[in-house]
Structures are given as structure tokens and as C-alpha cells.
């Protein structure tokens, strides 16, 4: 396990490194939240979507 004031050392030392590592924090955790999230919605509306009907309704030329 890593020791707690090596990661102080990496991360929080100086103000611009711990405002680094908390939007990269944040942003990463956002991009899987919201690719998480589209997954499940996708899984339970299978077939309700318009991406799932739209052969139904459109011909191709």
C-alpha cells in the first residue's frame, strides 16, 4: 500500500498540483458516471428508443 505522505507528495503538495488532480478527478469520474449511466438506460428502454424503431419508419432510397 502506498504511504500516505508519498501521495501528499504527488498530489497535494502545492496548490496547482491538488487543483490538478481534483478537475482531473472530477472530469474522469464524470466521462464514467455518464457512460455508466447511458449504458443502463439503454438496457432498460431496449426497444422503446427511436435508434431500436427506426427501421420500422424510414426507407432507405
Known amino acids: 500500500m502506498a504511504n500516505p505522505r508519498s501521495l501528499y507528495n504527488a498530489f497535494f503538495r502545492t496548490n496547482w498540483q491538488m487543483l490538478g488532480f481534483v478537475f482531473t478527478s472530477a472530469f474522469a469520474f464524470e466521462m464514467f458516471f455518464d457512460s455508466s449511466m447511458n449504458k443502463v438506460w439503454d438496457r432498460l ?14 426507407q432507405d432510397e
Request: proline share 0%.
Open 45 to 58: 428502454n431496449r426497444g422503446r428508443q427511436w435508434k431500436d424503431i427506426r427501421h420500422r419508419y424510414v
